[in-house]
């Protein structure tokens, strides 16, 4: 089953612009971890946030987490040709749960135009 | 060299064929990952293995069966293949330790058409 959804399922913007995705999921969990897949290639990890943190950031990238509202959102600042991709959210299981296993959202296409 | 390698990238097949997707890492990661992506799907975990011995099943296993040969190499089988395990297949790794606070490692991907 299903653990995130996102929203929206794809984005235009013009390179410089910001671009935001929003991220909600069903159970408590551990952390919560963003993901990038450019066309034909497999996902290459962005972000991990842990469930005690509400906001992180990495270079142009900056995540927030909400666990009361089991919510959380990716914003890319300063956006350029190359973030085009598809871009995941993923949660583990919660718990005391130490599998490692993941739980992906469908994704949010975005194109960045230059 | 990439850290995660699968063979083949690309597959055309037809139903009823036995496959088997392979995945290699150098990464000296234990635990590996076997996914299918589909359009507007993302991806579901098919199996994985946290070392040569422990291998569990995933979300969507039936149809398919795996081969944990060594730390580095880990196999998808389709024992007779189905039109509708057409797909995008991904192996990931991960390290052990709080396995839920690592980050896993992809390689680029099996597509497989079954005719």
């Known amino acids: 089953s299903q653990q995130g959804e996102e929203d929206p399922q794809a984005l235009s913007i013009q390179e410089g612009e910001n671009a935001t995705m929003n991220c909600s999921y069903k159970t408590s969990i551990n952390n919560l971890q963003w993901y990038r897949q450019n066309s034909g290639r497999g996902l290459v990890h962005l972000i991990l946030i842990r469930s005690n943190e509400r906001e992180k950031h990495s270079g142009r990238l900056r995540v927030t987490l909400d666990t009361s509202k089991k919510s959380s959102s990716l914003l890319i600042t300063a956006s350029r040709a190359a973030d085009t991709a598809s871009y995941f959210c993923a949660t583990d299981a919660g718990g005391s749960s130490n599998t490692g296993k993941l739980i992906f959202g469908q994704g949010t296409t975005l194109q960045v135009k230059p | 060299d990439a850290d995660v390698t699968q063979t083949p990238r690309n597959r055309i097949t037809k139903t009823g064929k036995r496959i088997m997707l392979e995945c290699s890492q150098t990464k000296g990661h234990d635990r590996m990952y076997w996914y299918r992506q589909d359009p507007g799907l993302g991806l579901r975990l098919i199996y994985y293995?946290?070392?040569?011995?422990?291998?569990n099943k995933g979300e969507i296993s039936d149809g398919y069966s795996v081969s944990r040969q060594a730390q580095a190499k880990f196999s998808l089988s389709l024992e007779s293949a189905i039109p509708n395990q057409t797909a995008l297949y991904f192996c990931?790794?991960?390290?052990?330790?709080?396995?839920?606070?690592?980050?896993?490692?992809f390689g680029d991907g099996t597509r497989l058409f079954i005719l």
């Open positions: 990931a790794t991960s390290e052990n330790g709080q396995g839920f606070r690592q980050p896993q490692h």
């Open positions: 293995s946290f070392d040569v011995k422990d291998i």
